[in-house]
């Protein structure tokens, strides 16, 4: 049986697990873990501790600045939200991926993750459906309206339920929940190396030895998938390109309050999950994609926002009894701010954020306030943006090329030497971050570079 090692046990790091144990490989899991936690019951950072790396830190002026590594099982919150969007072509060129492989390792996701939902092609787009049982009974007259105007609305630029959440029994998934199915079903053919944070890799022939502060662990003969995150696995590849810089691309996020003056619910909204989605497509330009959240107790304790803004939403939320909704919005990489990093010894210090301004938020008012008739949707001109490393639907300055010949980048193998065990699946080999949570759509790319490693 063929051995392969993968590095991190977050959604990627455990789907590549699976793929590669279902195709005959006794597999690895080296991971960062040092905290043992039941799996969570929210998305949210805030109600995780104790879960960033001690080692693996980005520096600003002397001052650990950033987290970037994880200590817990199943990555930073074990738990994660995501989207499964239709993606516009201009979004996923650099992807190498065709529209039919994607579609395959969708439908692999979900099937691993028994989630209740498909994906049917329907012409030259995807089908994604979800049980309705799933849809909170406060968000259902909202989607009647929707769906009442959908033909005026798309002309108007704007698309509805276009992207599907990945819930599971009511909860958001958890990748720990896959890494505990996955030792269950497989036994000795997978195995787990905790508490071992990689801070450095070399590769000599066919031996590839990874190195922490105070050990090294060396493999011989076999594949080593880095799944370690965007920071980590951006810092590793640079290492092991002999570069000192990298740069990680993010999609910026912001947040608008709407008022809805449609035909209300009277049972109060309890989750914190988004369950409409509205994408605004733009001429010549990336498409903005935007979740819908229901205002309630549970979401705001969830958001790390200014708390005269929360009082505000809380005060006009019991104004207006349960009609407040917040929308999150994300913009393209291309319009988004980024970070240059710089490799110091056993530092990283930040070498600059580059801080772009875009009109994304202005573009989506004006959609919705024309719009005000169909969607009986009126949004507030309040914006919230979230710090830029706060959303960690991240990317980096390494793109996949068909070869190793140009800086920055891995081949379809996710190999930055063509000869290489070495691979790199996560969102680090996505040159462009399309707007929108990203989870899911990495997890369908670093399964594509690793069904073309083991063919």
């Given amino acids: 049986m063929k051995h392969s090692y993968v590095i991190g046990s977050g959604p990627i790091g455990m789907i590549v697990a699976s793929y590669l144990l279902e195709n005959g490989y006794k597999v690895t899991l080296i991971d960062n873990s040092q905290v043992n936690k039941k799996s969570l019951n929210t998305f949210t950072l805030k109600k995780v501790k104790n879960v960033f790396s001690d080692n693996l830190v980005s520096w600003n002026k002397n001052k650990a600045s950033l987290p970037t590594s994880s200590s817990t099982i199943g990555g930073f919150s074990e738990v994660w939200g995501g989207t499964l969007d239709v993606y516009d072509y201009k979004d996923t060129k650099n992807w190498n991926l065709s529209e039919e492989d994607f579609s395959n390792f969708y439908n692999y996701i979900i099937d691993k993750i028994d989630l209740p939902l498909s994906v049917n092609r329907v012409e030259d787009f995807y089908e994604i459906n979800s049980e309705e049982e799933y849809i909170e009974k406060v968000a259902k007259n ?74 090294s662990l060396k493999i011989k003969n076999s594949k080593v998938f880095i799944a370690a995150g965007a920071f980590s696995s951006s810092f590793l590849a640079t290492k092991l390109a002999n570069e000192n810089t990298f740069t990680l691309k993010n999609s910026d996020l912001q947040v608008m309050p709407l008022i809805w003056i449609g035909k209300n619910h009277k049972e109060k909204s309890k989750e914190t999950f988004s369950q409409i989605f509205i994408n605004f497509n733009q001429e010549n330009d990336f498409p903005i994609r935007t979740q819908l959240y229901i205002l309630n107790k549970k979401l705001l304790e969830s958001l790390n926002m200014n708390y005269l803004f929360i009082k505000l939403l809380n005060l006009l939320n019991y104004i207006l009894k349960n009609r407040i909704l917040l929308m999150f919005l994300y913009s393209h990489s291309s319009k988004s701010s980024s970070y240059n990093f710089q490799i110091n010894k056993k530092k990283v210090d930040i ?73 790199f699946v996560d969102s680090t080999v996505m040159e462009d971050i399309p707007s929108g949570p990203i989870t899911y759509s990495s997890m369908a790319i670093a399964l594509n570079i690793v069904k073309n490693s083991i063919k």
């Fill in 142 to 215: 909202i989607i009647k309206q929707f769906e009442i105007n959908k033909k005026k609305l798309s002309k108007n630029g704007l698309n509805f339920k276009n992207a599907t959440l990945f819930m599971k029994n009511n909860k958001i998934w958890s990748s720990r929940e896959l890494f505990e199915s996955l030792q269950n079903k497989f036994g000795e053919s997978f195995n787990h190396i905790d508490n071992l944070e990689v801070i450095d890799i070399n590769e000599k022939d066919n031996e590839v030895t990874l190195k922490t502060y105070d050990s």
């Fill in 351 to 423: 070498l600059k954020k580059n801080k772009i301004k875009n009109n994304d938020f202005k573009f989506v008012f004006l959609k919705l306030f024309r719009s005000i008739t169909q969607t009986k949707l009126i949004p507030i001109p309040l914006s919230k943006k979230f710090n830029t490393y706060g959303s960690f639907h991240f990317g980096s300055s390494y793109k996949i090329t068909k070869s190793t010949d140009k800086k920055n980048s891995v081949n379809l193998k996710g190999q930055i030497h063509s000869k290489s065990n070495i691979h």
